[in-house]
């Protein structure tokens, strides 16, 4: 079976594997997932992968009638970087997401104590020793891809020395850097990770848990297999880069002979185009101002997108449809942009938004407000309508004149004719300009009887249909324009330049547009189609006397036309 095949049955060497350990009775009836983010950051679409997966993993065994439960767990072992507020953050997005882990939340921290007795456990087997080599002295030791390390002179150490040595490091009594806990297992392994790798570490640093009790903290290799063991963790799924890791993650629960023997699989980590996913990256923009913060809408953090429009059903949806493989790739950016439109077409109501103005007086206009009623949706009754009014002067979009129009083009330029959506068809009389040159507005007559559609006879052919706002009704809005985050789609490829070399200038652009009044008293959170335009969110920034939209999405992919003006 092909690997995208395997993907659309939900079939994949993930949920083979966790077939075979249910009918061989490995785990009993059970599947236990987890997500087990470090508190160091916001998370970002790649962590949402791996939320949707492992949730997706237990609910769908759940369906099924297996005990399957997920877990969400704080891997809060290095102190160093570690803060509440990501706490707070992560477990708010992990919720938005949908994945609920009902009354499974953990912190790697309460584990420290177990840790610790397994740490003496494997002295006692004779399996870790206390080491005193400094840093650059252990790179020295550990060999390279064709050399075997070498033994540290400290690895024979008596089980009681070791334990009594271990205890002082517990107890503050010996300096940061001065000592560490190491596995002892095979210097000359073809696998660094096997080279007696450094278990524990003498970190005298406060812990957002456990305050100042530990002086020493675990190593993510070692900390990470036990956390899983300990919570009865059946599978263990994370990214390709830990598949030497394995061995390690194997070799502690084998020496320590636990009874809970969860089973590590890697699938390969999601990467975007036009964008980066990496919270060492993403911190550097936020910090260096790059970005308005964890939530700027361009930036692919859970928060940016959320703050952006997108909808949690569309990011549930992108990492179901993307499914997992084994190789590492860069997914299109279409894809995503693709799923957004599928999900926001047919739930959001339909209005009128003149995203950048030009204003049309009407010249035989004289009936002041005319209420035209128009549905909200035009698949979808249950929308309902909403009136909007048509006024002597309105607005369209800069971009539906053109004064020297190529013979294609079929929306206004002088002396031509094109219809307002729901009303009249208008004829361009008179460009006027500004000193510059600019067209300033457009004089034009209307047609009565070309109402709502109607195409009398003998009248011109008029092919083009536009959006438009009444200029007196209509409300005036701060529109944020957003587009892709960056100008080509693998940002980090080009090792001569950094990253931040290739944003989109146009990545914002802030226009002042217009609505129709239906909308005016919209709240926060509340999503639109601007007919022809796009999709749009009123934005938090919003206040009583102006509203702040975002837009989510333009409704075609015009990106391939070149980096958009706007
Ligand atoms: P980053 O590399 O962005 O700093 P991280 O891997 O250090 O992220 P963790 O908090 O350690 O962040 O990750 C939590 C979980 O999310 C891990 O299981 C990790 O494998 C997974 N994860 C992180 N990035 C991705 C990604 N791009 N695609 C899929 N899963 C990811
Ligand atoms: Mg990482």
């Given at each position: 079976m092909s690997e995208e095949l395997e993907n659309n049955e939900k079939v994949n060497f993930i949920t083979k594997k966790i077939d075979e350990d249910l009918k061989s009775g490995k785990n009993g009836n059970?599947?236990?997932?987890?997500?087990?983010?470090?508190?160091?950051?916001?998370?970002?679409?790649?962590?949402?992968?791996?939320?949707?997966?492992?949730?997706?993993?237990?609910?769908?065994?759940?369906?099924?009638?297996?005990?399957?439960?997920?877990?969400?767990?704080?891997?809060?072992?290095?102190?160093?970087?570690?803060?509440?507020?990501?706490?707070?953050?992560?477990?708010?997005?992990?919720?938005?997401?949908?994945?609920?882990?009902?009354?499974?939340?953990?912190?790697?921290?309460?584990?420290?104590?177990?840790?610790?007795d397994y740490a003496c456990q494997l002295i006692k087997l004779g399996k870790a020793y206390i080491c005193e080599l400094n840093g650059d002295q252990m790179r020295e030791f550990?060999?390279?891809?064709?050399?075997?390390?070498?033994?540290?002179?400290?690895?024979?150490?008596?089980?009681?020395?070791?334990?009594?040595?271990?205890?002082?490091?517990?107890?503050?009594?010996?300096?940061?850097?001065?000592?560490?806990?190491?596995?002892?297992?095979?210097?000359?392994?073809?696998?660094?990770?096997?080279?007696?790798?450094?278990?524990?570490?003498?970190?005298?640093?406060?812990?957002?848990?456990?305050?100042?009790?530990?002086n020493i903290y675990p190593m993510y290799d070692y900390a990470h297999c036990l956390e899983d063991m300990i919570e009865g963790i059946t599978h263990s799924i994370c990214t390709l880069e830990f598949q030497d890791n394995r061995r390690f993650y194997e070799w502690v629960l084998e020496t320590l002979q636990t009874s809970c023997r969860p089973?590590?699989?890697?699938?390969?980590?999601?990467?975007?185009?036009?964008?980066?996913?990496?919270?060492?990256?993403?911190?550097?923009?936020?910090?260096?101002g790059l970005a308005v913060g964890w939530d700027d809408p361009r930036l692919p953090t859970i928060k940016g997108l959320r703050r952006r429009g997108i909808r949690p059903e569309s990011i549930r949806k992108f990492a179901d449809q993307i499914g997992v493989t084994k190789k590492d790739s860069t997914i299109a950016i279409e894809t995503f942009e693709g799923i957004v439109r599928d999900d926001l077409g047919p739930i959001c109501p339909r209005v009128f938004g003149v995203v950048e103005?030009?204003?049309?007086?009407?010249?035989?206009?004289?009936?002041?407000?005319?209420?035209i009623?128009?549905?909200?949706?035009?698949?979808?009754?249950?929308?309902?309508?909403?009136?909007?009014?048509?006024?002597?002067?309105?607005?369209?979009?800069?971009?539906?004149?053109?004064?020297?129009a190529p013979k294609k083009f079929f929306r206004l330029k002088p002396e031509g004719y094109v219809r307002l959506k729901y009303a009249y068809v208008l004829k361009c009389d008179e460009v006027i300009k500004n000193d510059k040159g600019e067209v300033k507005e457009l004089h034009c007559t209307y047609f009565p009887e070309t109402f709502a559609g109607v195409k009398p006879e003998g009248f011109p052919k008029v092919k083009g249909i536009i959006n438009w706002v009444s200029a007196s009704e209509g409300l005036e809005i701060e529109n944020r324009l957003y587009d892709r985050l960056f100008i080509v789609p693998n940002p980090r490829s080009d090792k001569e330049k950094d990253f931040t070399d290739f944003l989109n200038p146009k990545s914002l652009v802030v226009e002042k547009s217009f609505?129709?009044?239906?909308?005016?008293?919209?709240?926060?959170?509340?999503?639109?189609?601007?007919?022809?335009?796009?999709?749009?969110?009123?934005?938090?920034?919003?206040?009583?006397?102006?509203?702040?939209?975002?837009?989510?999405?333009?409704?075609k992919d015009n990106w391939n036309l070149g980096p958009k003006k706007a």
């Open positions: 059970k599947v236990v997932t987890r997500f087990p983010p470090e508190p160091n950051g916001y998370l970002h679409i790649g962590h949402a992968k791996s939320i949707c997966l492992n949730y997706g993993l237990a609910a769908d065994y759940a369906a099924k009638g297996q005990e399957a439960k997920f877990h969400l767990r704080f891997d809060d072992t290095n102190p160093v970087k570690e803060e509440q507020e990501f706490i707070d953050a992560i477990k708010e997005d992990v919720k938005w997401l949908g994945a609920d882990w009902g009354e499974n939340l953990f912190h790697a921290s309460h584990y420290f104590d177990q840790m610790y550990r060999g390279s891809l064709t050399e075997p390390g070498k033994n540290s002179p400290y690895r024979d150490r008596s089980v009681e020395e070791n334990l009594a040595l271990f205890e002082k490091m517990k107890n503050g009594e010996i300096d940061e850097g001065k000592m560490t806990l190491r596995a002892k297992i095979d210097m000359a392994s073809p696998f660094f990770i096997m080279r007696d790798p450094v278990i524990y570490r003498i970190l005298k640093k406060s812990h957002p848990v456990t305050g100042d009790k530990w089973q590590q699989i890697e699938f390969s980590q999601l990467n975007l185009e036009y964008t980066v996913l990496s919270k060492r990256f993403l911190r550097k923009m936020v910090e260096d103005p030009l204003k049309v007086v009407i010249t035989n206009w004289d009936q002041g407000i005319q209420e009623e128009a549905p909200f949706h035009p698949h979808d009754e249950s929308f309902g309508k909403r009136m909007v009014p048509m006024t002597k002067e309105i607005y369209i979009e800069k971009s539906d004149f053109m004064e020297e609505v129709e009044p239906a909308i005016k008293d919209a709240a926060i959170g509340t999503r639109y189609q601007f007919e022809r335009q796009g999709y749009f969110i009123v934005d938090q920034d919003s206040t009583e006397s102006k509203k702040v939209f975002n837009r989510i999405m333009t409704l």
